[in-house]
């Protein structure tokens, strides 16, 4: 069979030049040394491994798996494995450079890394994603471990897959050792709170936001493009603290209703709807989709994907707050224009770190073998993820650079100073 290469995407930024385009303004706005700009744009370790597994009909199928530790400076590396059709070394580079600012961001000592296997689960059957799932965390045994690479869910993987990975990375040293994986079920030694904990921080940092543009949440309009797991949590705890959310959205499309969606509502449908929104009857289905970033509100929590706010349409954008809850949603080609407007973006290496803050809790109780309360969960998450706003809005006005720079520059000196103090060769 012919190998064809896959043609690139147009309209497309490529993730690890968007990255980078930010981190060489924080660089320069710091004057980092040449010789530290070099050690954290280059990624410490990049692993491709081929995976040949046998498919359900007999036949043997030969998978792309990928492993990138950015850095370690600060710790072990903790970063999620994705499993999608679009995983490529650029993509996997970005995110787990991603991971390391934003480990530093939230001040957990850990460094960032990114997996991922270029396949498509839903063709798959469970059998097919476990034997994928246990050749791949083999294939990196020597990679992964509780004091050296943490993994975690992301696009395509979840606590079934993660406990697929602790299973076999036990087995393959003769005894259980629960840390290597966060994101487990609560069994095997998930957290309390995990669940909710990226769409929980979201809500904490937009607080804390509003309360330095001295928006009301009482009186505070909102809308989130995203209703999966951290679009709804976020939507629902910052509407339980009284904040009316009109708009919100899922692939099935935007629903508007100006008095106020009832999110507890809209959750229970969509559970009972195979996960979608179609046909919910609490607002009503907008005619075109992307309307919904363009509404007139306060808040606008883009929670569903990347590049979605562009050059094309940031203009257009009315909210005077920008809450990423989503990684990577706004086209680093659009930050001028966003700015320009004075719109106040919490980015993401902020806005949805609360999910690897209650990952290296979860990690912390594995390896205390004690398991915390939902309530110490929280209390510490949200003590956490405000710290790390009030850090980077000072740096925001200090260095007077946009919050996403601010956080940018909160990374790239803690892990500067780091690497000073440990040293090279
Ligand atoms: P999810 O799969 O639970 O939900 C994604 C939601 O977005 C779904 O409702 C889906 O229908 C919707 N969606 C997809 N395409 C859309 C579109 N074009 N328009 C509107 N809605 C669309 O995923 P999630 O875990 O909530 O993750 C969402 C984002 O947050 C991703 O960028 C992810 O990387 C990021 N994130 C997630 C976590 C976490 O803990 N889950 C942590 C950090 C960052």
């Given at each position: 069979?012919?190998?064809?290469?896959?043609?690139?995407?147009?309209?497309?930024?490529?993730?690890?030049?968007?990255?980078?385009?930010?981190?060489?303004?924080?660089?320069?706005?710091?004057?980092?040394?040449?010789?530290?700009?070099?050690?954290?744009?280059?990624?410490?370790?990049?692993?491709?491994?081929?995976?040949?597994?046998?498919?359900?009909?007999?036949?043997?199928?030969?998978?792309?798996?990928?492993?990138?530790?950015?850095?370690?400076?600060?710790?072990?590396?903790?970063?999620?494995?994705?499993?999608?059709?679009?995983?490529?070394?650029?993509?996997?580079?970005?995110?787990?450079?991603?991971?390391?600012?934003?480990?530093?961001?939230?001040?957990?000592?850990?460094?960032?890394?990114?997996?991922?296997?270029?396949?498509?689960?839903?063709?798959?059957?469970?059998?097919?994603?476990?034997?994928?799932?246990?050749?791949?965390?083999?294939?990196?045994?020597?990679?992964?471990?509780?004091?050296?690479?943490?993994?975690?869910?992301?696009?395509?993987?979840?606590?079934?897959?993660?406990?697929?990975?602790?299973?076999?990375?036990?087995?393959?040293?003769?005894?259980?050792?629960?840390?290597?994986?966060?994101?487990?079920?609560?069994?095997?030694?998930?957290?309390?709170?995990?669940?909710?904990?990226?769409?929980?921080?979201?809500?904490?940092?937009?607080?804390?936001?509003?309360?330095?543009?001295?928006?009301?949440?009482?009186?505070?309009?909102?809308?989130?493009?995203?209703?999966?797991?951290?679009?709804?949590?976020?939507?629902?705890?910052l509407q339980e603290r009284g904040a009316k959310v009109v708009a919100i959205s899922d692939i099935s499309g935007s629903y508007y209703n100006e008095n106020g969606i009832n999110i507890q509502e809209a959750i229970d449908y969509r559970d009972n709807n195979e996960r979608t929104l179609e046909g919910f009857d609490g607002a009503t289905k907008m005619e075109d989709a992307e309307e919904l970033l363009f509404l007139d509100v306060d808040v606008l929590i883009p929670a569903a994907k990347e590049d979605v706010i562009t050059p094309k349409n940031a203009d257009r954008i009315q909210a005077r707050l920008i809450v990423e809850g989503a990684n990577g949603p706004t086209m680093a080609a659009a930050d001028e224009i966003i700015n320009k407007k004075g719109i106040m973006v919490v980015p993401d290496i902020l806005a949805n770190a609360g999910g690897v803050t209650v990952s290296y809790f979860e990690w912390v109780q594995n390896r205390l073998g004690y398991k915390w309360t939902r309530e110490r969960v929280n209390r510490r998450a949200d003590r956490t993820i405000r710290a790390a706003f009030e850090n980077v809005y000072n740096k925001h006005n200090r260095y007077n650079v946009p919050m996403r720079i601010a956080a940018y520059i909160v990374a790239i000196s803690k892990i500067n100073k780091a690497y000073k103090y440990r040293g090279g060769y």
């Open positions: 069979m012919a190998y064809i290469e896959p043609a690139p995407i147009k309209d497309h930024e490529n993730p690890f030049e968007s990255m980078m385009s930010r981190f060489i303004i924080a660089a320069e706005k710091l004057g980092l040394e040449d010789e530290v700009y070099n050690v954290l744009k280059s990624p410490d370790k990049q692993v491709l491994v081929s995976l040949p597994i046998t498919m359900d009909n007999g036949s043997i199928q030969v998978f792309e798996g990928y492993r990138v530790i950015h850095s370690n400076i600060l710790g072990p590396s903790k970063g999620g494995v994705r499993y999608d059709m679009d995983v490529n070394l650029d993509e996997v580079k970005a995110l787990a450079a991603w991971m390391t600012w934003k480990c530093a961001v939230v001040d957990i000592p850990y460094g960032g890394a990114k997996g991922g296997i270029k396949c498509d689960p839903r063709k798959m059957s469970a059998g097919e994603i476990e034997r994928l799932t246990r050749a791949y965390t083999t294939a990196m045994a020597e990679v992964f471990g509780p004091d050296r690479d943490i993994p975690a869910p992301d696009m395509g993987t979840g606590p079934r897959e993660m406990a697929w990975m602790m299973d076999e990375y036990s087995r393959n040293h003769g005894m259980t050792v629960n840390a290597v994986v966060t994101g487990k079920p609560i069994t095997l030694g998930g957290s309390l709170g995990r669940a909710e904990a990226t769409g929980r921080g979201v809500m904490i940092s937009c607080l804390s936001a509003m309360e330095k543009l001295q928006i009301n949440p009482y009186n505070s309009i909102i809308a989130v493009q995203g209703f999966g797991n951290v679009g709804s949590f976020a939507a629902l705890l």
